[in-house]
Nanobody, 127 residues
C-alpha cells in the first residue's frame, strides 16, 4: 500500500524557516513526479510546488517563488520543501502528492493530476 508521510511542520514566527519532508513507501519513487499543496482554513487546496522525476524541472506558485524550494532524493524516496521567509499567509495544512510520470521533465501543478496523497502536516506562522 502506497504511503506518503509528511513531517516537519510546526508553529513559527514570521520570517522564520521550516523544512518539510515527505517520505514515500511502496512506490517506485523515481517514476513519480512529486508535488506540494496546501489548504488554509476556509479555503480551497492550492498548488505550492512540484518537481519532475529527474529532479531537474520544478514549478512554483507565484506566492512562494523565491522563498520556497522543492527538492527530492530518489535514493531516500523523499521529497522536501524548504520554506524561507515565512508569512502568516503561509499558514495551512501542507500535503505532498505523487503522480506517475511516464515522461521525464514534466511538472504537474494541478491537484487532479495526482495519484496519491499524504495526510498533511500543519504549518502555522504567527505575525
Amino acid at each position: 500500500q502506497v504511503q506518503l508521510v509528511e513531517s516537519g511542520g510546526g508553529l513559527v514566527q514570521a520570517g522564520a524557516s521550516l523544512r518539510l519532508s515527505c517520505a514515500a513507501s511502496s512506490l517506485a519513487f523515481s517514476w513519480f513526479g512529486m508535488g506540494w499543496f496546501r489548504q488554509a482554513p476556509g479555503k480551497e487546496r492550492e498548488f505550492v510546488a512540484a518537481i519532475s522525476r529527474n529532479r531537474i524541472d520544478t514549478g512554483y506558485a507565484d506566492s512562494v517563488k523565491g522563498r520556497f524550494t522543492i527538492s527530492r532524493d530518489n535514493a531516500q524516496n523523499t521529497v522536501y520543501l524548504q520554506m524561507n521567509s515565512l508569512k502568516p499567509d503561509d499558514t495551512a495544512v501542507y500535503y505532498c502528492a505523487a503522480k506517475y510520470a511516464a515522461r521525464n521533465g514534466v511538472v504537474y501543478d494541478y491537484g487532479h493530476a495526482y495519484d496519491y496523497w499524504g495526510q498533511g502536516t500543519q504549518v502555522t506562522v504567527s505575525s
